[in-house]
């Protein structure tokens, strides 16, 4: 069973949609992430929620609004898509939000706006 | 604040040859540390982190790692490179949120390519 699993793998995309990539974790843990990856590989956060509750929001646009609505899940949905979204999102979780803890990435979307 | 800087974007060493990733953070409190690895059109898999237990960290496939506080270093280590090592090589750093932030901040990777 995959620990932590995405959908959609791909996402092509008009700019001016709006979409939503589902992240789902099996590991029964307490915090969920999102990742941001650009082009040149670098990863940022964008969002941390720890028991369905929204911890950090680095500057984010806010046109990318993250929902939980349990536990297990972490969605982000972005409007008004532009070009410079255009990256790989990757969703990651631990057990708590304690510095120390291993998190678990899934296998990434990778968004594509034309 | 917190940052990790990663020394060379791309590395190449020849099979069977040592590993050296270089990675140096800046903190503002005592940090914890992690090697992660990305293969090609994959997520990032934990190859070892530091949590203040002890100073060299051993991880999956033969990797390691040393804590140096006073060069505030942390570099990756493996004695015999494989084939199967190539791939991407994230350091990361975290402080949480009693450091004022919080999740991983990443280096921005280096490229490790694997000569035959």
């Known amino acids: 069973d995959t620990a932590v699993s995405q959908t959609p793998k791909y996402l092509v995309t008009q700019m001016g949609n709006d979409k939503s990539i589902k992240c789902e974790q099996n590991l029964g843990h307490d915090t969920m992430y999102w990742y941001k990856q650009d082009s040149k590989k670098f990863l940022k956060i964008m969002f941390s929620y720890n028991n369905k509750e929204l911890i950090i929001n680095e500057t984010v646009p806010n046109r990318f609004s993250p929902k939980s609505p349990d536990k297990a899940h972490l969605n982000l949905h972005i409007n008004s898509l532009e070009l410079g979204d255009s990256a790989v999102y990757f969703c990651?979780?631990?057990?708590?939000?304690?510095?120390?803890?291993?998190?678990?990435f899934g296998p990434g979307t990778r968004l594509t706006v034309l | 604040a917190q940052s990790v800087t990663q020394l060379g974007s791309h590395v190449s060493v020849s099979e069977g040859a040592l590993v050296l990733l270089r990675c140096n953070y800046s903190?503002?409190?005592?940090?914890?540390l992690f090697w992660y690895v990305q293969y090609p059109n994959q997520g990032l898999q934990l190859l070892l982190k530091?949590?203040?237990?002890?100073?060299l960290v051993k991880g999956i496939n033969g990797f390691e790692a040393e804590f140096k506080k006073s060069e505030t270093s942390f570099h990756l280590t493996k004695p015999s490179a494989h084939m199967s090592d190539a791939a991407e090589y994230f350091c990361?750093?975290?402080?949480?949120?009693?450091?004022?932030?919080?999740?991983?901040?990443f280096g921005k990777g280096t490229h490790l390519i694997i000569q035959p």
């Open positions: 990651a979780s631990s057990t708590s939000t304690r510095p120390y803890n291993e998190q678990f």
């Open positions: 903190s503002s409190v005592p940090p914890y």
């Open positions: 530091y949590t203040s237990a002890a100073t």
């Open positions: 990361a750093v975290n402080i949480g949120p009693e450091g004022g932030a919080d999740g991983l901040t």
